[in-house]
């Protein structure tokens, strides 16, 4: 079994199979110090000598049988087609209830690719899944073969795969566990029949390509010269045909359905893009080309940091926690990334519009990633993003086309909402899923009206994500009056409205942001305002115009606290949005008593834009006016941390709808205060806050759970500036959704916070 320590504890390791994946585990076994025996059992008696030889075995033999006594983890890397013989070797070998924990108790696992087969293989010789089978793959390999190929980095930061039942014993999952983790591997465990699609399409179908292609130039005449002047493109991709055929065959042969599967949804790409040559269409070779290459560094960024997870339905991440040291202020001119609400939308109605959009100060973040890849997988070329430069290329009103899978938005409320109702008007169905915090976060508040429009839509239990929306549906107008102030609700019901017959009017509660009134204007589409109600008629379209994103009013937010509680600090933020919807936080600071001053204003694209000269001063503790609460519904999780610095009470009503966010704000934000010390009282719809007013330590240090929410994290980064210890902050790794670069820029300005990456499982 595995120890404390989460070193290999096995007395003795069996690897049937000494190839490469056999012969590479024990290398890494004996280099990290493994201080058990290690035996191996391989058809090929050479193989046996050479392992042995190399100092990788300690003992081997060409039979099964002789060899399971005393072997606590037995390790079967063996080709698929050959694992039910060598299960049935192995159950007339082990001591009856073995692998039921029984002492002495035995745990097998596999290195199998594909493992339904395997699954099945287990079924048909131990008429069940036994407590102590673990089946595993690790992704890692080589065109090489054989042991004498084994090599001890073989696994080093690769993926292995579990796929325990329901059935198995969560103790041999541990060892099975610690016996990769010993080898420096990343364990995660999905489903098998969710395993077996992903590797048919990652990995299985490559390599039917990579065989097929030099098949097919090896046939040809002129064969010598093509090898002779292929570039190194044609080197990297066809290097996996030097694989073992053998192998390989028994993996097609394996895990057949899921590759045909593959196999036709390729034909189907390739179809596409045979008639885009054919035509000479540039647009849909563009699309095509445009949406691989940034899907290809878009997952690559998303499984860097495993917020991808959900796709494949993986249960372990990477946890990114800051460590922000005590003291200090601010100073500087900065300019804070683009407004993340006006990214989206910019897509959005770019997509939709006739002509080419070329926006400026695009937001980089995930959020905003997810939603051009999610267009792009709806058949729009998008060129970008360049340094903050995006085109593109609109399709109209009525040119999305169907994607070919769920639309994953990651952790984007809005994307969700702004989504649902811009596609319950398209012909075809489609499926919004996101990461495992909008998962939890509500949608029957754009669901219900949608629904009173016309559209059909599926929620999970509670109204939550997945969204399953139905396409086809003919909409009509309605007039709703939103129960709770909500720009995301009120966007969702406007594009809909696009698509609806007659007029859609919408009543807001209180101001909310109006990013989507202003750009559908810009777009050339009218929208009519008046006191608390907009409308438009849909029918209309929608005409390209360019967009210049202003800086994010709320990623500014955390700046502007810093240097407002900090003494000494100067600092200017340069073309932050000023959208009267949006500026809630200036007012609440002025009011509070901050030196903060707006200069160099202008309008940009129908938005209105300044620097934001912020000076320290002693804040005091207001009672926050009902009327802002909307206009800085997102900018709490920093101000609680001004009231949190000021001299008095601050309190906050009327901000039920922080409870619903991407965590209950105000409740994690009341739990964090808890922490470091700072009295406060939790209320239904807000917060009381009693500052430590101009005390140079206004509370202490200690460790936070942000509880995935950006937000949060932020806030009590910039906390540490008036700690006496220093903060630590977990579960961080969603604010690159919203403000990618934030460490470094917080660096530069003079706060001291780093970031500490773990693997969790």
Known sequence: MGDASGQVAESRILIVGLGLIGGSLA?????????????????????????????????????L??????????????????????????????????????????????????????????????????????????????????????????????????????????????????????????????????????????????????????????????????????????????????????????????????????????????????????????????????????????????????????????????????????????????????????????????????????VKGFLEGEDSLATLQAFREMGVAIEGPHQGRVTVHGVGMHGLKAPSGPLYVGNAGTAMRLFSGLLAGQAFDTELIGDASLTKRPMGRVADPLRLMGAVIETAEDGRPPLKIRGGQTLKGIDYDMPMASAQVKSCLLLAGLYADGETRVREPAPTRDHTERMLTGFGYEVGREGDTCWLTGGGKLTAAPIDVPSDISSATFFLVAAAISPGSNLVLEHVGINPTRIGVINILKLMGADLHLTNEREVGGEPVADLHIRYAPLHGID?????????????????????????????????????????????????????????????????IVGAGEREVAYGGGRIDSLGDHRIAMAFVIASLRAGEAIIIDDCANVATSFPGFVELACTVGLQVGEDTEVMT
Not at 36 to 60: F, K, N, Q, V, Y
């Open 624 to 688: 926050i006016p009902v009327d802002q609460v909307p206009l800085a519904i997102d900018e709490f999780p920093a101000l609680f941390i001004a009231a949190a610095c000021a001299t008095g009470t601050t309190r906050l009503r009327g901000a039920e709808e922080l409870r619903v966010k991407e965590s209950d704000r105000i409740q994690a934000m009341a739990d964090g205060l808890a922490t470091i010390g700072v009295e406060h009282t939790v209320r239904e719809d807000g917060i009381d």
């Open 65 to 358: 049988a002789p060899l399971v006594e005393g072997a606590s983890l037995i390790v079967l890397s063996v080709p698929v087609l050959a694992m039910e013989s060598v299960m049935a070797e192995l159950v007339e070998a082990l001591p009856a209830g073995a692998l039921d924990g029984e002492a002495p108790p035995v745990t097998v696992t596999d290195v199998g690719s594909t493992k339904a087969a395997v699954r099945d293989c287990a079924l048909r010789v131990f008429g069940r899944l036994p407590p102590g089978l673990v089946l595993g793959h690790p992704i890692a390999g080589s065109e090489k073969s054989g042991v004498a190929a084994a090599n001890p980095c073989l696994y080093v930061n690769h993926k292995v795969i579990l796929t325990p039942s329901a059935e198995t014993a969560p103790a041999a999952v541990a060892r099975v566990r610690t016996l990769w983790q010993a080898c420096r591997a990343q364990v995660l465990e999905m489903d098998v029949e969710r395993h077996d699609q992903v590797l048919a399409r990652t990995s299985h179908l490559p390599h039917l390509l990579a065989f097929s292609l030099v098949d097919t130039l090896a046939r040809q005449d002129e064969r010598l010269e093509i090898f002779r002047y292929a570039a190194g493109g044609f080197r990297d991709f066809t290097r996996i045909a030097g694989s073992d055929p053998v192998m390989w065959r028994d993996i097609f042969v394996a895990n057949r359905e899921a590759v045909l599967a593959s196999l036709d949804e390729f034909e189907a790409g390739v179809s596409r893009l045979r008639r885009a040559v054919e035509a000479g269409d540039g647009d849909a070779m563009l699309a095509i080309f445009d949406r691989a290459s940034h899907a290809r560094h878009y997952f690559d960024s998303l499984l860097n940091q495993t917020s991808y997870q959900v796709e494949y339905q993986m249960e372990s991440q990477e946890k990114l926690t800051f460590l922000a040291a005590p003291g200090g202020h601010v100073a500087g001119r900065i300019r804070v990334p683009g407004d993340k609400s006006m990214s989206h939308r910019s897509i959005m109605l770019g997509a939709l519009a006739e002509g080419i959009t070329e």
């Open 27 to 63: 290398a890494a076994l004996r280099a990290g110090g493994f201080g058990g025996t290690i035996h191996s059992c391989d058809p090929d008696p050479d193989e046996i000598a050479r392992g042995i030889a190399m100092g990788l075995i300690d003992h081997g033999d060409t039979r």
